[in-house]
C-alpha cells in the first residue's frame, strides 16, 4: 500500500503539478504587491483618490470594499495576461511549428506490369510500354 502511494507521489505530474503551485503562490505574492503598492497608487493619483484600496462604502451597517475588490480584478488580469503571453502563446507556437506538414502529392505511380516509377500523368509505360488506365 505504501509503495503504491510512494510511486503515486514521485510521478512527474503530482510533483510538476507541487512546484506549479508554489511558483503560483509565489508570482500571486508578486501580483498582489505590484497591484497593492504601485498599481493602485498610481490609478488613485489619476483618479483623486490618495488610497485607492480604501474606497468603500457602507450600507446598513455593512461595510463594502470596492478599492479591494478592484484590486483583486487588476491582479487577476494582470496574471491572466501574463499566462496567456508567457505561457500560453509560446506553447500554442511550440505545437504549430512541431507539426509535420502533410506530404506532398505524389509526382509518380508505379507501373503495374514492370514495377518501375513512372510519372503520374502517363498514358504508357516509358520501360515496358504497357498502357496504363488513367491516374484520376
Known amino acids: 500500500m505504501m509503495k503504491g502511494f510512494r510511486q503515486f507521489l514521485l510521478r512527474g505530474n503530482v510533483v510538476d ?3 506549479a503551485v508554489v511558483i503560483g503562490a509565489a508570482f500571486n505574492s508578486v501580483v498582489q504587491a505590484f497591484v497593492k503598492d504601485l498599481l493602485t497608487p498610481l490609478i488613485a493619483a489619476i483618479g483623486g483618490q490618495p488610497n485607492f484600496a480604501a474606497i468603500a462604502f457602507e450600507l446598513n451597517h455593512s461595510k ?4 479591494d475588490f478592484a484590486n483583486t480584478i487588476v491582479s487577476f488580469l494582470i496574471i491572466s495576461a501574463v499566462v496567456y503571453y508567457l505561457v500560453v502563446l509560446p506553447i500554442n507556437a511550440l505545437i504549430a511549428w ?4 502533410p506530404p506532398p502529392d505524389p509526382t509518380t505511380r ?3 506490369e ?3 516509377e ?3 500523368q502517363a498514358r ?6 504497357q498502357p ?3 491516374a484520376g
Open 124 to 129: 504508357r509505360c516509358a520501360f515496358c510500354t
Open 17 to 19: 503539478l507541487a512546484v
Open 118 to 120: 513512372i510519372p503520374i
Open 64 to 67: 463594502f470594499m470596492i478599492g
Open 98 to 101: 512541431s507539426r509535420e506538414a
Open 110 to 112: 508505379r507501373c503495374p
Open 114 to 116: 514492370c514495377a518501375s
Open 132 to 134: 496504363l488506365q488513367s
